[in-house]
């Protein structure tokens, strides 16, 4: 009998870890792609995905581009950036997260146009995921996701102040440091 009630505790324990990990997406990246090569980038929009009002929007992307710059990216307007970088947000239920469609046409995050994308999972309510595409593979190389990045419901000082730390925690390991060969 105990060793039943052992094993239906471990079978509970991995059914709640694996619940956990599912609920946080994180960091997933290409271990083949060397980072260190990418210099530039340009925004993109992932069609049909959820994005910030306008000046909320103007306030994430200005607090991207600060972090990414202290990254070492600098950014271009040009189609010939190494990277593609493209944003989601689920502010509320949660939603399908689409995929940014390198084939098509460029425009600037929040706006301008772009050809549709393919549905490839679920974001959880109040997650920022952020994405990087290789501009010459047109592959998706590095994505990572924070949870409640946006305070919709604070004051100017307080939202920006809670956007940083987001912003922070979501570039902390960008780039992604390569396995050692041995």
């Known amino acids: 009998m105990r060793k039943l009630l052992f094993w239906v505790g471990v079978a509970v324990l991995c059914a709640v ?22 210099k530039t980038y340009k925004w993109v929009t992932i069609p049909n995905a959820e994005h910030l009002d306008e000046l909320t929007n103007d306030q994430l992307i200005g607090t991207l581009n600060v972090e990414l710059a202290k990254k070492g990216l600098k950014k271009s ?3 010939k950036a190494d ?4 944003y989601q947000i689920a502010p509320g239920k ?6 940014y469609n390198v ?3 460029y425009g600037p995050a929040g706006g301008g146009a772009a050809t549709a994308g393919a549905t490839s999972t679920v974001v ?3 997650q920022l995921v ?19 990045a946006i305070d919709p419901d604070a004051k100017p000082d307080k939202k920006q102040s809670h956007m940083d ?5 979501l570039l902390k390991d960008y780039p992604p440091q390569r396995p050692q060969k041995k």
């Open 103 to 105: 084939g098509g046409s």
């Open 165 to 169: 730390k987001a912003v922070e925690k």
């Open 17 to 38: 870890t694996g619940l956990a990990e599912a609920q946080n997406t994180g960091l997933t990246f290409d271990r083949n792609t060397d980072f260190s090569k990418y």
């Open 130 to 148: 952020l994405d990087m595409y290789d501009s010459a593979t047109k592959q998706l190389v590095w994505r990572n996701v924070v949870a409640h």
């Open 94 to 99: 949660n939603k399908p997260l689409n995929q």
């Open 124 to 126: 959880h309510s109040g």
């Open 77 to 79: 307007d040009s189609d």
């Open 83 to 86: 990277l593609y970088i493209g």
